[in-house]
């Protein structure tokens, strides 16, 4: 079978790989929506990426069932489903706690791109099936679920891991689609306030929507000072950094109040360090609560975020700016997220439908 993978650091392209087939507990499907992710790209250049040649990209898909596993119970050849990004070994002591993304080691239930081919192919290969697909309910578009496997699940997660109380004050780094998420996340949460730090009119329109009431810009001077200037020189209750490089971490220290909570669902590159400057931590005595974290999977996650979606809550398909047709596109649509033009919030590429 034909997939768009990592060909070698920084030289995407096709490759051809064996189909795969289907342990009993297992399934394989066919893409029916794909998104490229960021994080694909971040991997494609060298990034905590796969280290086997040829790997298939793609995290991020809405497929139909081809094959499954003898134990499989829920699910039947033919379904379209929701794939959550990241699908866990469930048998892994590492998920029976209160996280499910590091079950064997620290990110090891995110399979796709990292320990195997993603859904950049015709076919992919889905572990665990009755716990690792989602069922899409009535009345929720395909392209809605697609935003929910990654850019909804890791957006959301951001905010709830920001400890936001009702009506405080929220500030978000970054809003490209994770960040965006998290707006909406943080908004459903209950913030009263919710400043945004990004430029590209289309995301601040996008950020408006989902309930930004504060528009910060690098343009207008350095990020946490505005943010401190803007809550009276207190910080925002949470701060939530979904973009930005290895610089923004001590800017969002900087700009979270004395007790807050930084919140971080950031890629750094690995060759970053994270400084912080001792003042922004209160000479480390501030009471600040830091947490980074990785989009959560599974099946129960993904299919409570498309009741969100369901119930009329949040539209993440408000995401999608870009759209291409079939299968060949895969490639144009994953450049398009390299090159980030003004006007691009995710892209889509519809493969079957
Ligand atoms: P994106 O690149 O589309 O958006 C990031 C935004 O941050 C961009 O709009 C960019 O202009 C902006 N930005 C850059 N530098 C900034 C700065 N100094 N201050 C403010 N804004 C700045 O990426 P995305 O798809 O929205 O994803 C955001 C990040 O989350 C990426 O690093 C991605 O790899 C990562 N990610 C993490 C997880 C996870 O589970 N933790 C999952 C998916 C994506
Ligand atoms: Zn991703």
Aim: charged residues 25%; contains cysteine; negative net charge.
């Amino acid at each position: 079978m034909r997939g768009y993978g990592i060909k070698a650091i920084n030289v995407p392209g096709w490759v051809e790989k064996e189909k795969p087939a289907a342990g009993p507990l297992d399934a394989v499907l066919r893409p029916v929506l794909i998104s490229p992710c960021t994080s694909d790209l971040h991997s494609m250049h060298g990034g905590a990426g796969p280290k086997e040649k040829d790997r298939i990209m793609g995290h991020e898909a809405v497929g139909e069932i081809v094959e499954v596993g003898a134990l499989v119970r829920e699910f039947k050849v033919g379904e379209t489903v929701a794939v959550p990004c990241t699908t866990p070994d469930w048998l892994a002591p590492g998920v029976q706690g209160r996280f499910n993304a590091h079950d064997r080691s620290p990110l090891g239930s995110f399979k796709f791109l990292s320990q195997k081919d993603g859904v950049m192919a015709e076919f992919f290969h889905v572990n665990q099936a009755d716990a690792n697909l989602a069922r899409i309910p009535e009345g929720v578009a395909p392209e809605a679920a697609l935003m929910t496997v990654d850019m909804m699940s890791t957006g959301f997660y951001g905010a709830e891991n920001a400890d936001i109380a009702y009506g405080d004050t929220v500030a978000v780094i970054g809003i490209g689609p994770v960040g965006l998420m998290t707006v909406a996340g943080a908004e459903l949460r209950g913030a009263g306030r919710i400043i945004v730090i990004g430029t590209r009119p289309n995301c601040v329109k996008a950020a408006r929507e989902y309930g930004a009431t504060d528009v910060v810009s690098y343009k207008n001077g350095d990020l946490a000072d505005q943010v401190l200037d803007l809550t009276g020189g207190r910080g925002a209750d949470s701060v939530i950094i979904a973009g930005g490089g290895a610089e923004t971490f001590g800017k969002a220290v900087r700009m979270c109040k004395a007790m807050g909570t930084i919140s971080n669902v950031n890629y750094f590159d690995a060759a970053d360090t994270l400084g912080m400057p001792a003042p922004a931590w209160g000479l480390g005595m501030a009471d600040k609560t830091i947490r980074g974290g990785f989009c959560p999977g599974g099946r129960s996650r993904i299919e409570k975020l498309l009741d969100v979606i369901k119930y009329g809550r949040c539209d993440p398909a408000r995401l999608i700016t870009h759209v291409f047709e079939g299968f060949e596109k895969i490639e144009d649509a994953t450049r398009l997220m390299e090159e980030k033009p003004a006007d691009l919030i995710k892209p889509m590429v519809r493969i079957r439908w």
